[in-house]
Nanobody
Framework: QVQLVEAGGGLVQPGGSLRLSCAAS????????MFWYRQAPGKQRELVAA???????DYADSVKGRFIISRDNAKNTVYLQMNSLKPEDTAVYYC?????WGQGTQVTVSS
């Protein structure tokens, strides 16, 4: 079955950086687009970043210039490098492939 396992969340100060990872299994990873979403308390889940099978990327306006999505097909892993973090980036971050979701990883940006 398909499994998506996120890692890398934690507590970071404003202006800091974190790198999230999502290890995928169950499908030929290289063939599928991958997505990062986030959900803050009391808010709807929102798309943060996407990367196609060919490596093209897209970002929500709120994270453009600060976040970078990348993939390593040899490791079946997608990454989200998050720089210049702000308190409003605090959320549970999820990776997604087709209709499958990971369990999420908490990111808290606070001094």
């Amino acid at each position: 079955q398909v499994q998506l396992v996120e890692a890398g969340g934690g507590l970071v100060q404003p202006g800091g950086s974190l790198r999230l990872s999502c290890a995928a299994s169950g499908r030929p990873f290289r063939l599928y687009a991958m997505f990062w979403y986030r959900q803050a308390p009391g808010k709807q889940r929102e798309l943060v970043a996407a990367i196609t099978s060919g490596g093209s990327t897209d970002y929500a306006d709120s994270v453009k210039g600060r976040f970078i999505i990348s993939r390593d097909n040899a490791k079946n892993t997608v990454y989200l490098q998050m720089n210049s973090l702000k308190p409003e980036d605090t959320a549970v971050y999820y990776c997604k492939q087709l209709d499958n979701w990971g369990q999420g990883t908490q990111v808290t940006v606070s001094s």
